[in-house]
């Protein structure tokens, strides 16, 4: 199993969670976050003069998949998050030794699509 953490613009949210619903992939975890990267902030002016904002809005996204489904996943946000532009984002994808369902006590890769 992998756990998929991808870091996205907020106004992309939507349509990555859309794409990933219509493969299959609904259970997923969304945090506002702040961060930086090479974008750097971005600078913004106001009565006083131009001042800078370091860290952006984002959301992250976390998901954890079977190993088959990782790089199918990881190609849908990329495709459903991309803008072309610097501050896109950044996809991690982290190993998971195991995962239990609390309400059946389901183990491994049983328990992420059990119903």
């Known amino acids: ?11 992309k949210l939507a349509a990555v969670k ?6 299959g992939m609904l259970g997923m975890t969304v945090t506002n976050v702040n961060g930086r990267g090479r974008q750097k ?3 913004l002016q106001w009565r006083a003069g131009e001042y800078r904002v370091d860290f952006l809005p984002k959301v992250k996204i976390e ?7 990782c790089q199918l996943a990881i190609g849908i946000i990329c495709q459903a998050a991309k803008t072309g532009r610097e501050g ?13 369902r609390v309400r059946t006590s389901d183990a491994g890769e049983a328990c992420l699509n059990a119903k």
């Open 88 to 100: 896109d984002g950044m996809i991690f994808v982290l190993p998971v030794e195991n995962a239990y």
């Open 1 to 11: 199993m992998k756990k998929i953490e991808a870091i996205i613009r907020p106004e």
């Open 41 to 43: 902030g971005i600078a």
């Open 18 to 23: 859309d794409a990933l619903a219509d493969h």
């Open 63 to 69: 998901l954890v998949l079977s190993d088959e489904e």
